[in-house]
């Protein structure tokens, strides 16, 4: 019997995340897409409802809310990319917590697009960003192309914090034959002077242009 499916914030069925928790996500704040990325884009910011619900599927593994965060994702991308991809975590991380959330999200991305998915890029360090300050993850992971990859690549990761990430993947990529790399994330740290300003990912964005020169962000 299958179970239902429920908030990850919440945890009532239905829908994941719920149209109420989703309406208490803050939304992202604008900001240039990170050295070798042609366009990036975060769908909300990582505090409050936002901080939780990545931490539930990161560290809770509670993938109910894949689909729709995928699908959110899907929804800002341009055309179609050759292929998805992502910014793998370490081998202790994917052994501890027996999946590599940042795949589990690429893939739904991928489905929802119609394009493949492939594993294009390997760790090559057993460091992980998690816990530490803006100016120590300004030196991203160290990343190497698995093989050569087509035009235009999409690349998901959780986070956004400083980008180093996202910039290593992209160098990597362009490698080995990309040309134009597009850069999605569910959340982006927001800077110090921002926090406590970030509107609703669930409301409107507004007169005027909304945020990365692309729609607003909703889930659903």
Not at 23 to 46: I, K, M, N, Q
Not at 54 to 70: A, Q
Not at 124 to 151: I, K, Y
């Amino acid at each position: 019997m299958l179970l239902p499916r429920r908030c990850p914030l919440c945890l009532r069925p239905g829908p994941a995340p719920c149209d109420r928790c989703a309406a208490g996500v803050p939304r992202a704040v604008p900001a240039p897409a990170p050295p070798g990325c042609d366009d990036a884009l975060a769908l909300f910011a990582y505090a409050g409802e936002g901080r939780r619900l990545i931490t539930s599927l990161k560290f809770g593994n509670h993938r109910d809310g894949v689909p729709r965060l995928g699908a959110a994702l899907a929804a800002t991308v341009p055309g179609r990319p050759d292929v998805v991809t992502w910014v793998p975590t370490t081998a202790h991380r994917r052994r501890e917590r027996g999946f590599d959330h940042a795949e589990v999200l690429a893939r739904a991305v991928a489905r929802r697009l119609g394009c493949p998915a492939r594993r294009l890029l390997r760790r090559c360090d057993e460091g992980h960003q998690t816990g530490r300050n803006r100016a120590e993850r300004r030196v991203g992971p160290s990343l190497a192309p698995r093989h050569r990859c087509p035009s235009t690549v999409l690349v998901v990761d959780d986070v956004w914090t400083t980008g180093s990430s996202l910039s290593a993947a992209a160098d990597a990529l362009r490698s080995v034959g990309a040309q134009i790399v597009l850069a999605r994330t569910l959340a982006m740290t927001p800077p110090p002077a921002t926090v406590g300003r970030e509107e609703s990912i669930a409301e409107s964005a507004g007169p005027g242009s909304p945020p990365y020169g692309g729609q607003a962000c909703r889930l659903g």
